[in-house]
């Protein structure tokens, strides 16, 4: 792979101009940044929606939660639960689970407590 680009970058050097030359290697150098940028934003993403499904998958587990009612996103480690709950006891049930799941750093809790 790598000596493609160096292939490509020498083709477009054929014929150019120093300054030609160097504006192509800035714009090569500004693409790999770029790319390096969005693969690491798309590895947090992934990140972030994996914590989210294991979020998801402990309050399913958990007897006596209707995980249905309970949407969670996740955001750097800040988790964010939003639904209902039935009552109290059910939602401090919730809020357990979710600090025992590995990678949460903090919880929002925005659950409406049905009473």
């Known amino acids: 792979m790598a000596w493609f680009a160096i292939s490509v970058i020498a083709a477009a050097f054929a014929g150019c101009t120093p300054q030609q030359q160097q504006q192509t290697q800035t714009s090569a150098q500004q693409a790999t940044q770029v790319t390096r940028k969005d693969a690491s934003v798309a590895a947090k993403d992934a990140t972030d929606a994996a914590l989210a499904v294991r979020v998801s998958a402990a309050i399913a587990a958990e007897t006596g939660v209707n995980a249905f009612h309970v949407k969670s996103s996740a955001n750097d480690g800040v988790v964010t639960l939003t639904g209902t709950a039935p009552n109290p006891t059910i939602d401090r049930t919730i ?15 925005q659950i409406t407590v049905q009473h």
């Open 95 to 109: 809020l357990a689970t979710v600090r025992a799941v590995p990678g949460v750093k903090r919880i929002v809790n």
